[in-house]
């Protein structure tokens, strides 16, 4: 009952560094979404994928890019990172291409940019 | 782009009270969607809306879809201490195929309840 799978769960960068969130679900689900979270900001957007094989740009794409590797998962990259970047990411995802059905989350990266 | 207003910001409340919070927006949501996050984890999906004028309850929790569709309340009775944490709105713009499912998230609540 895994639903989805963040890793890693906590990470400490220093600023230029580069890093890979993974993110799988097994729930068979169409479309994928990473998330950062901030203090007093709620979920923010960042990157999308609808289906497999395609992805678009969120509220903050800004220093990131992402890979929909197969159905399963969605990665996010930060190719050299800076302390604004250090937040909390969460990976979503939810079963169709449209509709009203709700996303599910992960528990959360943890990343600190130094 | 669209805003999603949460209010409280926090709620410090005594073991057994009534909670409200709600989200306004400036803009119409065609699905509302009410999440908790406990420390450590991701947020959890408590209340699904699909309609405007709908009341759903998921146990001691009310959720209603507001008639104007630009906005949305929770409301917890009877709290319990396990009822910490932050709760989310999160509207749906346009459940048809061109939203991708695409949410737009309020600040949260942070409920705080003594016992």
């Known amino acids: 009952n895994a639903g989805v799978t963040q890793t890693p769960k906590f990470q400490v960068l220093k600023t230029g560094q580069s890093m890979t969130l993974q993110c799988a679900q097994d729930m068979n689900h169409n479309s994928m979404y990473w998330y950062r979270q901030d203090p007093g900001m709620g979920l923010r957007l960042i990157y999308y994928s609808a289906s497999e094989g395609t992805t678009d740009k969120g509220e903050v794409p800004n220093g990131y890019n992402v890979s929909r590797l197969n159905k399963r998962e969605f990665s996010l990259r930060l190719e050299s990172a800076a302390p604004s970047q250090t937040s909390v990411y969460f990976c979503a995802s939810r079963t169709g291409h449209g509709g009203s059905q709700p996303q599910h989350f992960g528990d959360g990266t943890r990343l600190s940019i130094l | 782009g669209q805003q999603l207003n949460q209010s409280p910001q926090s709620m410090f409340i005594q073991e057994g009270e009534d909670v409200s919070m709600n989200c306004t927006s400036s803009s119409i949501f065609n699905t509302w969607l009410w999440y908790k996050q406990e420390p450590g984890e991701g947020p959890v999906l408590l209340i699904a809306?699909?309609?405007?004028?709908e009341l759903t309850s998921n146990g001691r929790l009310t959720a209603q879809f507001g008639i104007t569709r630009k906005d949305s309340f929770l409301n917890i009775s009877a709290s319990i201490p396990s009822d910490v944490g932050i709760y989310f709105c999160a509207g749906l713009a346009n459940a048809g195929g061109t939203s991708y499912g695409k949410l737009t998230f309020g600040q949260g609540t942070i409920l705080t309840v003594h016992p």
């Open positions: 809306l699909y309609k405007a004028g």
